[in-house]
């Protein structure tokens, strides 16, 4: 019992200090409750879903973060501690992106309505940028700037990485198109890869913006910052989502 409330504790302060003093929290609450508890048929809680689409290696959970009113995370239930982990460029590896945005039905259930694609993102946060060692995905409605900002310029981006042309949020983003309505056979942590290197993902954080091109294709926007790129950047794509979800209201 005690160490159900210090977890929970330290969960009210992921975003702060607490977070920053125990950075395997969420790793814990994966590896001691949610998993467990579906093994012993008690249930997935805390965490809403753990799934193995293809077994036990591919399994993941879809968790109610603290912070906004209707922000989750998907994590792989493997100990992975993130954008840098080269496990997330396996060849057998778990699309968690693709993951995340099927998961997004949680987070519109706790919005409570339809939502467009562009005005729902994912995001994952550089090792500088983050306050958990354990991958997870970010679940949550797109700034409305940088909704506005990428409307105005979806249609000109291509498939190969670029720089966006306008900052966001004060950084330098590049942008890729991706033509997939679903992510499904399309994995971005392998996309960025591809370009920076598997050692250079250390140094970057990546999010996906659902998109709707003049073309009449589903799909999505990529977009990749570096640590260090401007002074004061530490790589946080989170930065780009609005967890009080202004677009909803």
Known sequence: MMRILALALLLCG????????????????????CVPGVAAGTGPAPCALVAYPQGAASGYVVFKDRTGAAQYLVMPVAKITGIEDPAILATDA??????????????????????????????????????????????????PQVRAALAARQDSLGSVWAPLGVPLMGHSYRALRVESPDLEGVNPFKLLAADVGADGMKRHTLAAVGAHFADGRDGFILLDDSAGSTPGDYASSEELQDHDCKVAK
């Open 14 to 33: 992921l975003s702060g200090g607490a977070a920053r003093a125990d950075s395997d929290v969420l790793w814990h609450f994966i590896h001691d409750r």
């Open 94 to 143: 778990t699309n968690y992106f693709a993951a995340a945005w099927q998961a997004r039905g949680y987070f519109l259930a706790k919005i409570g309505r339809e939502l467009p694609r562009n005005a729902i993102s994912l995001a994952v946060n550089s090792p500088g940028g983050r306050s958990q060692n354990q991958l997870h995905i970010h679940i949550d409605c797109i700034d």
